[in-house]
């Protein structure tokens, strides 16, 4: 497997973007890449800084959970400068440059509203966004990406029956530095295009394994069933109830049936 030298040069000499990773920070063991990104923007790092870690001792999710992040993972935290006013299209954003980098290795995956990437509805990764703001300005968004590269996830038995690998999937190790030259070569491609809304929501809603399934989610600290509808133009999930009437949510936990019926 690859080390730090190994990874960073790789994509120093084979990364093709602008700006995005163009500055590279890589750690063989952190507790969370997401504190140093916050540590370089507060200091003033350039948009498209990232951080790579070969393994992270705190990883955390959305909700407030942990991301278990072993040797033979992707963990990255890449710092980006947004309009405020766009911001909400992020998850979009980083879970199609997701979904892509996996049709790139031949892998068939889907998105589970708002920014999980699942393969037969196993999660394969997980996607954290931060910001930071100052009185009412935006300094800047962080989004952490953990994506399970080459590891066993059938060894750790809290995660053993949800979640999957890409070595898994495939049958064979994958390498992570090429992982990695996709998904900040998508990232940029699609955050370009921040100022399309209709485009990127468009092309989140057509990936989302999550529309056109039975639901539960937490409205207002109430849980609610019904189906999934579709995505608005804010990116808010509406789920269609029994009774015919429709809710939005804008935020939270949403928990998707197995096509088998099964919770």
Not at 1 to 11: R, T
Not at 101 to 119: C, F, H, Y
Not at 216 to 228: C, L, Q
Request: proline residues 3%.
């Amino acid at each position: 497997m690859a080390g730090a030298s190994d990874i960073k040069a790789y994509l120093m000499d084979n990364l093709k973007t602008h700006f995005m990773g163009r500055d590279l920070h890589y750690l063989a063991v952190t507790a969370s890449t997401q504190d140093i990104a916050r540590e370089l923007a507060e200091e003033g790092a350039h948009e498209g800084t990232a951080v790579i870690a070969g393994e992270q001792r705190s990883g955390r999710g959305r909700m407030g959970r942990s991301w278990l992040s072993p040797v033979g993972g992707l963990a990255t935290s890449i710092i980006l400068r947004p309009p405020l006013a766009s911001i909400y299209l992020l998850p979009a954003i980083t879970s199609v440059a997701v979904f892509r980098t996996l049709r790139n290795l031949g892998i068939r995956a889907g998105i589970k509203w708002p920014n999980d990437v699942l393969i037969e509805d196993k999660k394969v990764c997980g996607i954290l966004i931060e910001h930071g703001l100052k009185a009412s300005e935006l300094s800047y968004s962080i989004v952490g990406i953990g994506i399970n590269v080459n590891f066993d996830t059938g060894s750790y038995p809290e995660i053993a029956d949800i979640a999957t690998s890409l070595s898994v999937q495939l049958g064979h190790e994958v390498p992570v530095a090429e992982v990695t030259r996709h998904l900040y070569a998508e990232l940029e491609d699609i955050y370009t295009r921040i100022g399309e809304p209709s485009y990127i929501i468009k092309e989140w809603s057509q990936h989302m394994v999550t529309i056109g399934r039975s639901v539960s989610a937490d409205f207002h600290g109430n849980r609610i069933d019904g189906t999934a509808e579709g995505v608005n133009r804010q990116g808010n999930l509406v789920i269609r109830l029994a009774d015919g009437s429709a809710r939005e949510i804008v935020a939270g936990d949403v928990t998707v049936a197995n096509r088998n019926g099964g919770a």
